[in-house]
């Protein structure tokens, strides 16, 4: 195609044939066969054949109207066009002439008519492309008629869609009653004349489900192989009977729940072998997950080796040392901060006790895992996910250990629904803590909009008359944030003026720094400052049992698995604690109000996930779009679940007789495998 076309196509991302053949049709319409005009009904979309009876211009209020008549022996039907090249229009509807035209129905005047009819010429040589079969309908493409793209994937499909195949083995496609790529794809773009218009609607043809198959099949392998690469790894037998988690245990100041013991258990199981941990620490905010990832740290640390908790920001990694270092004390072991915002020759200072291996715990970013950071004896490295990271990064930071790979740890503190458990912690085992520790009563959920916050401050300061404390969150966005940072600042100063001026308002901003933050947090938890205005930088990590209310301003900017995370923050001792959701821009009633609602009826982070999951795409939920992990050309993880577990069926199955597809007749695989998932799972060996 010329330059121009290829330019348009490219707008839309279309730069290969691959990717012409993946430019899917995003609905259908049905052109099977020709409506007899005395059947057309109101408001459906139908083609008509018929002879033009006259045609022209009108006159029509004030308005120049092109207006045809045609008939096909059973009725009238009128067609109209308000913008309209006259030459063009007079010489397409010749009276007499036959013509196609398709559109849907609408009424004037007691008859029926189209306006602005897609029309078909029936000496056109391409007319079978768009008469008389399921029309596919593609996302526009600014500058290109429909008409055109149809002709140009059309060419792609007939030249080219036999070259689409990914080489799943057919007893597979077989088993499954599936499709192999190349007919899924042509199928998809011209659909057979008896295919299920409904099922293609819905995107749950067999077409759709066998390209679905397609893509999660390789996922999956992907994982599955990563999997087993790591359980043939060498890695470090820890002696689990540890003195000094013993000695912190007992002078913890509660006991572990029954689901923490069993948590506690799984993961020293793991250490124990010669084979890398590689386990997922998973349960709702509060469940007590810091603590037992603190025991495994102290059995790394007594058999002699270092251990690197790593967190998405560095903000939380400061909360996580803050929060840490109150479990160290009690344990008698050192932490230290490493972040990129410490004075150069601070940083320094801590390499180089790092790799002379005079650091113990260490807590920072990713930045712990890039460079010239070196451990002498790196054992065990924790990851407080927040899924942030994914698989890739978890790749990387195996690769930092010489030789023997270091057991690993991921905590994630919102629960992952069970779709996404399996593609994005497909390569993990997974513990999980269901219960929370005894005595917690659940948090009370209100919702309220705007107008109403009298009453929620009335309840705060119900609550701070108890000598309680509570939290005001605003939303951080990203964009404009020194506008936000405003608002923070004035919402915090109007609470101390008018609404509180009895008690101490203090603010907590992103933008502090370390040390402001540190006092502000101090001043918060002993209680001098009853209230406290803050962005969403108090997500994680900060521990004040006394604080019993969490406002959260704007809760309809947020997603219902960080609100319900927010919320994590009160609730964290035996009193009530409440959460009152302020919407802005939402009215009662509404959808996003409805979705809000969800948070007031459940405290399980589980189905609150599950909802998110099913509101927001993977990719919101996620909160990163960035290394498009788990972007898929057309399946979805919620819509496909079912081919998502059958994919991961096979794939597995597959590796359990070959684990590191060696044998011949999966090569074809593997290199299927490298183009699709190599840059992004780092599966070196597969390339
Ligand atoms: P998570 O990391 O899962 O959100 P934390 O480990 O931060 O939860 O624990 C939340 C709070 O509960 C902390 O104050 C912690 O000291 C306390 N806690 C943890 N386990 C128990 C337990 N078994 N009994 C009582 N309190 C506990
Ligand atoms: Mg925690």
Redesign the pocket.
Known sequence: MGPKLAARLASRDIHTIEDLLYFLPKSYEDRRRFTPIRDLRLGETAVVKGEVILSGPVQFKRRRVFEALISDGTGILALKWFHFRETLLRDLFRPGKTVIVSGPVSRFGGRFEMVHPEVEDPEDPSLELHVGRILPLYPTIEGVSPKVIRKIVRRAVEEHAEKLTSFIPHEILRRRSLLPLSEAVKALHFPPENADLQALAGERSLYHKSLAFDEFFFLELALGLRRSQVKQASGIAFNIDSDLAKAFLAKLP????RA?ERALQEIKRDMSRPVPMNRLLQ?????????VAFVAALIAIDNGYQVALMAPTEILAEQHYT?FRELCGLAGVEATLLTGGLPPSRKREIKQALALGHIQLVIGTHALFQGDVEFQRLGLVIIDEQHRFGVLQRAALREKAKGVSPDTLV?T?TPIPRTLALTLYGDLDVSI?DEL??GRKPVKTELFSAHSRGVVYEKVRTEIYKGHRAYVVLPLIEESEKLDLLSATEMAEQLQKEVFPEYEVGLLHGRMSPVEKERVMRAFKRGDIQILVSTTVIEVGV?V?EATVMVIEHAERFGLSQLHQLR?RVG?SERQSYCFLVAHEVSPGSEAWRRLKVLTETNDGFRIAEEDLKIRGPGEFLGTRQHGYLEFRRADMIRDYDMLLAAREEAFRILEEDPALAKPEHQPLKLVLSERWAERLRLSEVA
Not at 254 to 257: E, G, I, R, S
Not at 283 to 291: N, R
């Open positions: 509660f006991k572990l729940t923490q349960g709702d905010v509060g469940c007590g997950k810091t603590v929060g905590m503190a803590i520790p005894a521990d049992p994590g964290r």
